[in-house]
């Protein structure tokens, strides 16, 4: 199949009051992480923080199409997904403060955000080892009959893992319900593709597992949506797994540890131009007649439930001691 033209002709417009929906989503997760960083350069971070900053649109169309029971396996860049699934800004702050009050009680951290009651089944940190756990949600999916759909994210540089290979690889032997969508951000750590992979586009690895594919740049949050949702409904009615390769690009560093000085700012000046908030901006505004006073509006909204998160997770304690060891083993009963 064509990779260009895979969309089911689901229509790709949004609505005034959906693509409001959709902006302020990707808001919510932009003012998120700017107060995160800040938050990391005040030291009360520790360890990994991985911004998601430019990659927004992807989050936020993929938690507009999850039915209850759809699963969301993905890396450590998780912050956009459990905001945009609904998770409370100020639970998952007081996580990445690594507080007693945190999405799973400070244990976690940035890169372990989980909320089973939203579908958020995981941020891994091992690259490429959260596609077979993925292929395992699938695989139950399908065995129990729940009619759910399995969205497996990864970065491009997971593509060069084994065990990426594994996961895949059953999913189409098995026809599971599972999306994979590989968020190509040009760069792993520092290494650009060029240097990564041998071929510049990554889906032509899916007939080999018996997948189709979709391979698109990301620049409108809406057409982002459309495309996923053909991908997700070929995986709940028909077990049709499909590899999705979604161009985009991360605007800070690998981590907030990297000045980023592989690249240059003509590169980066070139996506910003682009960037799909910005872009979600001026289609309120030239499509559905919204006034810069109604933007900013939404803009003082969105920052404030954002600094009343950060204060949220000032509060929380530290978390019991013994706390720590409470995941390490099954309990009984
Ligand atoms: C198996 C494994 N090898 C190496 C690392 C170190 N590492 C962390 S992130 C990363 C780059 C991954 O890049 P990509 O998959 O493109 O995702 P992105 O960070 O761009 O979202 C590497 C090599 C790791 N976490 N796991």
């Known amino acids: 199949m064509d990779n260009a033209s895979k969309s089911d ?8 009051e959906e693509l409001a ?16 960083a800040r938050a990391y350069t005040q030291g009360k971070i520790s360890g990994f923080l991985h911004l998601y900053i430019g990659q927004e649109a992807i989050a936020v169309a993929t938690a507009d199409l999850l039915k209850p029971g759809d699963r969301v396996v993905t890396t450590y860049r998780d912050h956009g997904f459990a905001i945009a699934q609904g998770c409370d800004p100020g639970k998952c702050m007081a996580e990445l403060f690594g507080k007693k009050d945190g999405l799973v009680g400070g244990v976690g951290g940035s890169m372990h955000l989980f909320a089973k009651d939203k579908g958020l089944w995981g941020g891994y940190a091992i690259v490429g080892g959260h596609v077979p756990v993925a292929a395992g949600h699938a695989f139950a999916s399908k065995y129990l009959g729940d009619g759910a759909v399995t969205l497996c994210f990864l970065g491009e540089g997971a593509m060069h893992i084994g065990a990426t290979h594994e996961g895949m690889h059953l999913a189409g032997l098995w ?8 968020e190509n951000n040009r760069y792993a750590m520092g290494t650009p593709l060029s240097r990564q992979s041998p071929v510049d586009d990554l889906t032509v690895r899916a007939p080999t597992y018996r997948m189709v594919s979709d391979r ?22 028909e077990n049709q797994p499909t590899l999705v ?15 980023a000085k592989y690249r240059t700012k003509e590169e980066l000046n070139s996506w910003q131009a682009n960037d799909p908030l910005h872009r979600a901006e001026r289609t ?29 997770a000032d509060a929380s304690p530290q978390p019991d001691p013994e706390h720590r060891f409470k995941y390490h083993l099954a309990e009984e009963g």
């Open 21 to 36: 929906h959709l902006y302020r989503e990707m808001l919510r997760i932009r003012r998120f992480e700017e107060s995160a």
């Open 245 to 259: 390769e979604l161009q985009t690009y991360r605007f800070r560093g690998h981590s907030m540890s990297d000045p």
């Open 216 to 237: 698109f740049v990301v620049r409108e949050v809406s057409e982002t949506r459309s495309r996923l949702k053909a991908a997700i409904d070929r995986a709940r009615n």
């Open 284 to 312: 309120l505004q030239s499509d559905h007649g919204f006034t810069e006073a109604q933007l900013e509006t939404i803009d003082d909204e969105v920052s404030e439930e954002m600094d009343k998160a950060v204060a949220f």
């Open 175 to 182: 026809r599971l319900p599972i999306v994979f969508c590989i």
């Open 9 to 16: 002709g689901a229509s790709t417009a949004a609505s005034g």
